[in-house]
């Protein structure tokens, strides 16, 4: 027995949305969060854990922006 879908997912997504830009902040944000911790297990100063959290932030607000240029759905 073959099922055919004739509905198109709600996931199917017709743009770029996981295009190269957003593939490289994605892995930027984790390499922050991960130097982040590992900055304050090893006792650094608050400015310079609190620099990697603001950078963190920063990238977080660009990949919302670019999610919801490609799709506004999605970020909501």
């Known amino acids: 027995m ?5 509905n198109p997912s709600r996931f199917a997504h017709q743009g770029p949305l996981l295009d190269s830009t957003i593939d490289d ?4 944000l984790r390499g922050l969060v ?3 911790k590992v900055l304050e297990q090893r ?4 400015a310079e ?3 990697h959290v603001r950078e ?3 990238v977080r607000a660009e990949l919302a ?5 490609d799709d506004p759905q999605l970020a909501a």
Not at 2 to 6: C, I, K, V
Not at 25 to 28: E, R
Not at 65 to 69: F, H, N, S
């Open 2 to 6: 073959t099922m055919a879908m004739n």
């Open 25 to 28: 902040l994605l892995l930027h």
């Open 34 to 36: 991960l130097a982040g």
């Open 43 to 46: 006792g650094a100063s608050p």
């Open 49 to 51: 854990v609190d620099e």
């Open 56 to 58: 963190a932030d920063r």
């Open 65 to 69: 922006r670019l999610i919801a240029e």
